[in-house]
Nanobody, 119 residues
């Protein structure tokens, strides 16, 4: 059974930093691209950053230069280092993992972790 579990959210002051982690447990199946998304109250879920198996990254313009996505050597855990946080970064952050099952890619989402940036 595939599981995607996030951790690391919390309350931080503007200008502060947080590091989110996401672990994908996929058994015998291969974890492909992974990414972070966020959803603020009353808004659509939006892409924050993604990373491929080869290490190629993509960022939303709003987080470029402040957030860094990375992946461990097992390629099943992804991190989001968030620096210079702003109140507008407040949202529930979700991790998504694309899992290759029997030749097809399926999306799996974590339960989300709350990030609140406030003084």
């Amino acid at each position: 059974q595939v599981q995607v579990v996030e951790s690391g959210g919390g309350l931080v002051q503007p200008g502060g930093s947080l590091r989110l982690s996401c672990a994908a447990s996929a058994g015998v199946f291969k974890v492909n691209d992974m990414g972070w998304y966020r959803q603020a109250p009353g808004r659509e879920r939006e892409l924050v950053a993604t990373i491929t198996n080869g290490g190629n990254t993509n960022y939303a313009d709003s987080v470029k230069g402040r957030f860094t996505i990375s992946r461990d050597n097992t390629e099943t855990t992804v991190y989001l280092q968030m620096n210079s946080l702003k109140p507008e970064d407040t949202a529930v952050y979700y991790c998504k993992a694309n899992i290759n099952q029997y030749g097809r890619l399926y999306q799996y989402w974590g339960q989300g972790t709350q990030v609140t940036v406030s003084s």
